[in-house]
């Protein structure tokens, strides 16, 4: 049987919103998609973990009415020319094609992330189990590329490591695979700490690496800090961050945008030696290491 698609662009409304007219109407399921091909970053305290353009769909029985759901949606957001776009999806098998879309990914020399369902291409090689989703979306995004590869080009044997942001746990996750002897992840969300517990079991690294909300982590200083936010908070916890390096260690930061590069740089330049910086498409990653003594700013 053939499906169904409704499909809303966000922008001027609550996803939430459009999410419940969706399902009340019908929707057999109810899917968000990004807009605008954006990175899904660590967010603010009370901030929605979405894109700032986000698509909705609902998926509906062949014989759904799409003229009345459609008119529907217009007359409660009241909004007459709410763009719809509907859509005919053959019946297929959905797992099967989803599943399909999904491959194991490499980067730097050795590190591999690959779908639990695929035998790792290199089973001699670092490889992460990592199933797709929200979470393992932003790990194939070029801000968490330019993380993976900075760890795969570096010695982490017995080294220490906060992942500040951790999400699914991916960059904890490979810290840990590649030799790191602890590691602590840290994220607002509980939900992406219960996500980075699961991840973190599935690849057998789970006794090393130890759990966080922000407030709860305490006066660590590490080899290595992690950070994949974004520019705006990276700067504000520039002395927070600072101090969860030892001197000697290293700052690894992404989420920045090339425009935004050289502010976060000179934010940091107060306490570390900052290399050139890594781009991958409009994104930047930073890396710097911890002088023993503070310059003030």
Not at 26 to 53: H, I, K, M, Y
Not at 90 to 117: I, K, N, S, T, Y
Not at 154 to 170: A, E, P, Q
Request: proline share 6%; charged share 20%.
């Amino acid at each position: 049987m053939p499906w169904l698609r409704i499909t809303l662009d966000a922008e001027a409304h609550d996803p939430e919103l459009l999410s419940e007219l969706l399902s009340a109407a019908g929707a057999a399921a109810v899917t968000f998609e990004d807009a605008a091909d954006q990175a899904v970053l660590e967010p603010l305290p009370g901030e929605t973990r979405l894109w700032s353009r986000t698509q909705i769909s609902g998926l509906f029985a062949a014989d759904a009415d799409s003229a009345a759901v459609s008119a529907q949606l217009r007359r409660v957001l009241d909004d007459p020319a709410l763009p719809i776009t509907i859509t005919t999806l053959e019946d297929q098998d959905w797992e099967r094609a989803w599943m399909d879309r999904f491959q194991a990914m490499r980067f730097g020399r050795r590190l591999w992330v690959c779908p639990h369902w695929q035998a790792p291409p290199h089973p001699e090689d670092v490889n992460i189990l990592l199933d797709p989703g929200l979470a393992f979306g932003t790990g194939t995004h070029a801000t968490t590329a330019l993380c993976l590869e900075w760890l795969d080009g570096h010695d982490l044997h017995d080294k220490t490591v906060i992942d500040y942001g951790c999400g699914s746990g991916i960059l904890a996750i490979a810290a840990a695979k590649l030799g790191a002897r602890r590691v602590w992840a840290v994220d607002h969300d509980p939900q992406a700490l219960t996500a980075t517990a699961g991840n973190a079991e599935a690849n057998d690294v789970g006794h090393l690496i130890s759990l966080h909300q922000p407030d709860g982590l305490g006066e660590i200083s590490c080899d290595i800090l992690l950070a994949n936010i974004l520019a705006g908070p990276l700067q504000e916890l520039a002395p927070r961050i600072a101090q969860g390096v030892r001197p000697g260690g290293w700052v690894v930061l992404s989420g920045i945008l090339l425009e935004q590069a050289q502010a976060v740089m000179e934010k940091y330049q107060a306490w570390f030696n900052m290399e050139p910086i890594a781009t991958r498409e409009e994104w930047v990653r930073l890396s710097g290491r911890r002088r023993a003594l503070m310059v003030q700013e």
